[in-house]
Nanobody, 113 residues
Framework: QVQLVESGGGLVQAGGSLRLSCAAS????????MGWYRQPPGAQRETVAV???????NYAESVKGRFTISRDNAKNTFYLQMNSLKPEDTAVYYC???????WGQGTRVTVSS
């Protein structure tokens, strides 16, 4: 089973950008899909974006047009480019696979107004 390590979070002002990375300890090519998820303070974890093995993408309505998910099979890494960040994007962001892998520690994103 692959291990996933998220990175790239931080503190950013509203309107700024961040790029999150998810590095897998093994090949990601065989997974049906990979996704980014987030858990805002005091809220449930929610799906942010998903990319399938074939490259199809799906986004939560709240991030459409601002976030972009991508993958690099050669590096066993996938990414979440986040632009035009809003305070409501503040959360701990996690990556995972389909079928599910063990959840990592996540990376915290804080957007100040």
């Amino acid at each position: 089973q692959v291990q996933l390590v998220e990175s790239g979070g931080g503190l950013v002002q509203a309107g700024g950008s961040l790029r999150l990375s998810c590095a897998a300890s093994g090949s990601i090519f065989s997974f049906t899909a990979m996704g980014w998820y987030r858990q805002p303070p005091g809220a449930q974890r929610e799906t942010v974006a998903v990319i399938t093995r074939g490259g199809m993408t799906n986004y939560a309505e709240s991030v459409k047009g601002r976030f972009t998910i991508s993958r690099d099979n050669a590096k066993n890494t996938f990414y979440l480019q986040m632009n035009s960040l809003k305070p409501e994007d503040t959360a701990v962001y996690y990556c995972n696979t389909d079928p599910r892998s063990v959840w990592g520690q996540g990376t915290r994103v804080t957007v100040s107004s």
